[in-house]
T-cell receptor
Framework: KNQVEQSPQSLIILEGKNCTLQ??????????LRWYKQDTGRGPVSLTI?????NTKSNGRYTATLDADTKQSSLHITASQLSDSASYIC?????????????FGKGTHLIIQP | DVKVTQSSRYLVKRTGEKVFLECVQD?????MFWYRQDPGLGLRLIYF???????EKGDIPEGYSVSREKKERFSLILESASTNQTSMYLC???????????FGEGSRLTVL
């Protein structure tokens, strides 16, 4: 069964500090992996997409990595800001799976404290 | 700017009432989805549609139905609301089935 596990479930850090969120998956065959950011009470918004051939991709202070061999991805946030407080959801797509082929992690709830 | 609009942000309904949740997208996307999101369970797919008048069951379709009469509009219907349908409902659209999902702001439904 395709699964996506995210850790930690929740995280509290001080403003200005860095943090790393983890996503492990068992989805096969793999198509792509996306990280979404969901602010409280809002819909998720895509931060980045990782395909099989990509190891690292940055979007401002967000850097995603992918190790397709170990089926692990991470999202690193540099110099955190209060606006980074949100849930971060990892979504993995399996090749040819269509809408049924999207497997969602349960998210990491990140709180940035001043 | 691309947009997915859900008609109601907050609704309170009584058990047994019929509930309509409407979603409109302006991106000419073929694919539209309805998810519900509950604490500790993440997002779960209720129904999706690849084309007008076409619908497919997701992981948790029981107690729900959908309607897609026009490409831009995808409605979720609760024929007889129950308390266990209290949840946040998220509509999304995408250009391709495996493509980026564009979500609406969500509709928080409370069934009393």
């Amino acid at each position: 069964k395709n699964q996506v596990e995210q850790s930690p479930q929740s995280l509290i850090i001080l403003e200005g500090k860095n943090c790393t969120l983890q996503c492990n998956y068992t989805v096969s065959p793999f198509s792509n992996l996306r990280w979404y950011k969901q602010d409280t009470g809002r819909g998720p918004v895509s931060l980045t997409i990782m395909t099989f051939s990509e190891n690292t991709k940055s979007n401002g202070r967000y850097t995603a990595t992918l190790d397709a061999d170990t089926k692990q991805s991470s999202l690193h946030i540099t110099a955190s800001q209060l606006s980074d407080s949100a849930s971060y959801i990892c979504v993995v797509s399996n090749l040819g799976g269509g809408a049924d082929g999207l497997t969602f992690g349960k998210g990491t709830h990140l709180i940035i404290q001043p | 700017d691309v947009k997915v609009t859900q008609s109601s942000r907050y609704l309170v309904k009584r058990t047994g009432e019929k509930v309509f949740l409407e979603c409109v997208q302006d991106m000419d996307h073929e694919n539209m989805f309805w998810y519900r999101q509950d604490p500790g369970l993440g997002l779960r797919l209720i129904y999706f549609s690849y084309d007008v008048k076409m619908k497919e069951k997701g992981d948790i379709p029981e107690g729900y139905s959908v309607s897609r009469e026009k490409k831009e509009r995808f409605s979720l219907i609760l024929e007889s609301a129950s308390t266990n349908q209290t949840s946040m409902y998220l509509c999304a659209s995408s250009l391709s089935p495996e493509g980026e999902l564009f979500f609406g702001e969500g509709s928080r439904l409370t069934v009393l």
